[in-house]
């Protein structure tokens, strides 16, 4: 931020809260385009968060799972199963207690993941590319934010 820009105390509360819902609706319409570049049309939102969850973390129970997701358990036994059923999600018992059921991405799991990343940074970068220097250097600065706000 420049001098002149007033800083996050200084503003007006309207203004902090015209700024938060434009900031939100930026965010959604973002996110609903970057929604439209996955690799397989046929998953849900929960089911593909789901999975890359998995990816990320996996192996992980049902449980663990439906944790991670903010879902009920019996919600995340419908998601998996979906998953399971596509292929794209095996149950195996975990090595250590034959009783529990770890859940993690098949090969086509883990692929569909690959590919649906690798689509969605394709797509932004086609975008930023063509930001001036001045904006892609405020896009740097704005993505540290938008994390501080993710994680707090």
Known sequence: MNAE?????????DRVAELSHDFRLANARLTRRLRQQRANDELTAGQFSALCTLFSDGPLTL????????????????????????????RE?????G??????PSAAG???V?????R????????????S??????LAEATLIMKELADS
């Open 120 to 131: 969605r940074d394709a797509w932004i970068a086609q975008r930023v590319m063509k930001l």
């Open 133 to 138: 220097p001045e904006q892609q250097q405020v």
């Open 93 to 97: 018992n975990a090595a250590n207690d």
């Open 114 to 118: 690959r590919e649906t990343r690798e």
């Open 110 to 112: 883990n692929a569909l």
């Open 5 to 13: 820009s007033p800083t996050p105390a200084t503003l007006p509360h």
């Open 63 to 90: 449980s663990e799972l439906s944790e991670h997701e903010r879902v009920t358990p019996p919600s995340m036994n419908r998601t998996v199963n979906a998953l399971v059923e596509a292929e794209l999600v095996q």
């Open 99 to 104: 009783r529990k059921v770890m859940l993690a």
